[in-house]
């Protein structure tokens, strides 16, 4: 293993040293920001040009996932690696372990990258989770409705992110139209979860096992993408409690280094269900930035790094709502005029094209309460959509 003389898995790697990042979009854009704000280098690898993380990088490596010399050639050249997103492929990773120390480890991705692995990792551990069966043909679908009932989500097993290849089942006649349609990869069929709300918990974990988290945080989303986080949630004090000890016991039993969101439902009779993992910061943690002493993306570094981590004091009551590639409908937005609302911050990701459906950035504000920070932050993407005046 190609690494720097005197380091090993337990030395703290120090401010001037060089950081990897496999992936570039804006999670490593906003883990670039934070480290070089702490002195260190980022080197980006990933298929793509002028990404929103190679735009801030020292280096952006362009190459295939699959060209694993040159992946061993960028994590050479890094004291540690980490990851801004979760499908990166098993030999990427090990390729990159090959050379240099990576956090979190790539059995972690390995786990959270494939929802059937992942629903059958927590139920082992004893994890509450919403009913699920494995299915990997038609006839194992009818089975599975059958045991599950109706409505329930149909989903793929890898590569899922912001609702793609989900399906929801409403009915047997629905079931059966995609039984005959036949099924050609693994899925998973998850009991349809009649929640009250959507939670997360952004947590983090060092090197010698420490966690902390940023409290609850309460997210909407729309067309399966979020939509409004605001935090902290508006939940029991008990609820919180157990959503946090649970985030923590989900980092242990990972054995993870780095940052982890744990996305619950909350059930109407108080219960909660882990519905997703993400190894990695998250959308809704994008508010610590703006809102806590420590940011999800400062702490990620800390924790990959070997820093003692920092402290997750929320600053005041926050909201976050995203922003997509939809509100450049009609032209520019009108950043002027979302910008003149006090207290309102602007995050862009630097993504040359604006698509439906693509996250392009976020606003965070914060406010006295969580319902007047979300009533700016509302308004503030509304006023983004009206036509300056000539």
């Not at 793609?164 to 409403?170: A, F, I, N, P, V």
């Not at 459906?357 to 006023?383: D, F, S, Y």
Request: charge should be negative; hydrophobic fraction near 45%; include cysteine.
């Amino acid at each position: 293993m190609s690494r720097p003389q005197g380091q090993n898995a337990t030395s703290p790697i120090l401010p001037g040293a060089t950081v990897g990042v496999l992936g570039s979009g804006q999670l490593g854009r906003m883990f670039t920001i934070a480290a070089r704000r702490m002195g260190y280098r980022v080197h980006t690898f990933s298929p793509d040009q002028d990404t929103p993380t190679g735009q801030v990088a020292d280096l952006e490596i362009t190459a295939s996932y699959d060209d694993l010399a040159a992946v061993r050639a960028f994590a050479a050249a890094v004291q540690v690696a980490t990851f801004e997103f979760e499908n990166v492929p098993a030999p990427t990773a090990q390729a990159a372990a090959d050379e240099t120390l990576v956090r979190p480890a790539g059995g972690v991705l390995h786990t959270t990258q494939n929802r059937l692995r992942e629903k059958k990792f927590l139920a082992a551990h004893g994890f509450p989770v919403a009913p699920f069966r494995a299915v990997h043909n038609s006839e194992e679908l009818r089975r599975a409705v059958e045991q599950l009932g109706t409505p329930a989500v149909l989903k793929t097993a890898g590569f899922g992110y912001d609702g793609k290849g989900q399906t929801k089942l409403k009915n047997a006649a629905d079931a059966e139209a995609v039984a005959r349609e036949g099924v050609r990869q693994e899925m998973v069929l998850e009991s349809w979860i009649d929640f009250e709300r959507e939670l997360s918990v952004v947590a983090a974990r060092a090197i010698e096992g420490h966690c902390c988290d940023w409290g609850v945080i309460q997210n909407r989303h729309k067309n399966h993408i979020l939509d409004v986080s605001v935090a902290p949630a508006p939940v029991s004090a008990a609820v919180a409690e157990r959503a946090r000890q649970m985030a923590h016991q989900v980092l242990e039993a990972l054995d993870v280094v780095g940052v982890l969101c744990v996305e619950f439902f909350l059930t109407r009779s108080g219960e909660l269900l882990i519905n997703e993992l993400a190894p990695r910061p998250h959308n809704s943690g994008h508010l610590t930035i703006d809102a806590c002493v420590t940011s999800q993306f400062e702490q990620q570094l800390r924790a990959v790094c070997g820093l003692p981590l920092g402290s997750t004091e929320q600053l005041r009551p926050a909201a976050m709502v995203n922003l997509l590639g939809d509100l450049w409908s009609d032209g520019e937005p009108n950043w002027v005029a979302a910008c003149a609302m006090p207290g309102v911050k602007l995050h862009l990701y630097g993504k040359s094209q604006a698509l439906p459906g693509r996250k392009m950035g976020h606003l965070t504000v914060l406010a006295g309460t969580i319902e007047e920070a979300q009533e700016q932050a509302l308004a503030a993407r509304a006023a983004l959509t009206q036509k300056p005046p000539r």
